[in-house]
DNA sequence: ACCTGAACACCGTTCAAGT
DNA sequence: ACCTGAACACCGTTCAAGT
């Protein structure tokens, strides 16, 4: 109907008309993303992202103050995977809830490259991210704790998965700085007699065991304060 | 006795003789760390650490490969403050030990700005960091926990105060990034009601309460697992 | 052996100027 | 309004050359 035959008058009613500016936020912290996984967080330059994005460096400046910025919009995005309709577990009592929530926080930090870094340097204070934070004191407070205990226990979940994801992804997608065969090597050259009999079980890096174990301390540790 | 007084021919006994090296290591682990309370981590470059050090920076490249092995130097020396001689809270049980060695690792991380972020960035296989998880698997080992729990737990005890650690000293170090003000006006704005009953606790920042709540938890839940 | 000087290949950020 | 071009003040790292 409206398709423009001669551009004459540019309409006023689009203004994405005329010149359609080449950057925009969402599509900017897209391709961050994007790039992350690529190439890694020491990787992800300000350079670099506005090549990706066909644009000069001082450009991406318009949409995003400095650097941190764009780092706290891409860790407020992350967490935008989280199914926040549908609680992870629910109706299964506080515990499966709780274990599901933490689930899928480190789930969305092992979504993309150094994300728990990403996660760690920044602080947002979006949707997604107060969302979590609300969803995991809710289902507390639901269960009967008190808004203190609830706000305490949701701060020691996100400090134990952030910090075991943190260590998760230096073990996996450092190019060698976490190996598993130096670790086995200090420990016997030194005289570590409990750590020796540990080593098993720390290098076989089954971090999703690691996690569980941590988790069900917390989870256990809270029963325990249930009476 | 062997007082030098005429340097003709200088003795082969005394090597640091002649022209004494301005650069050790040391000494240079001493002043980087010096420089990251002074400046903190971002500020801390190989450039500035050289200035400090009366030398020109690709002259500290002799005695570290690079900045990485710099940081797991000074990660590692972090954790020598620690009395490793007598373990924290010996002879209160397994619990109160295991409680003060959290609380240890802790506060060393603690005496240096973004010591956390410094400690989370590196990889250290030295005694401080091994003799740490010794004495954290010894503690529970000799509780009568088997060898698999107490790596486990470990790694949950570690992963924790260091995933808190970190937020902490976000929070404080950070010029503007956690204001507590900004949390309380986005949680207000959106409709979290959970949150909101929980924002005095979470803002207050009494970040000793944060991780002794924590770490209840956690010891709470291997007593769960003692039966 | 230990350090200097100087370079290489980058950074984040700013800002006048163009369109 | 949105982006370019170009600069500013830096980085980590390397390496020939000096002493």
Redesign the pocket.
Known sequence: MSSPSSPAKPPTRTPTRG?P???DPDRTIATALDLLNEAGLD??????LAEAM??????L??YF????DLLTAMAERMLADRDTAAPEGAGQGWDEELAGLARALRAALLRHRDGARVFAGTYSTGVNTLGFAEALIGTLREAGFNSGDAAQAMLAVVSFTLGHTLEEQAALSGEAPADPERLRQAVTESAFPHLTAAVPVIADADFNAHFEFGLRLLVDGLRALER
């Open positions: 010149r500016p080449k950057l990787a992800l330059t300000m350079r670099r066909g644009v000069q460096a001082g450009a400046y318009r103050a400095t650097k941190q």
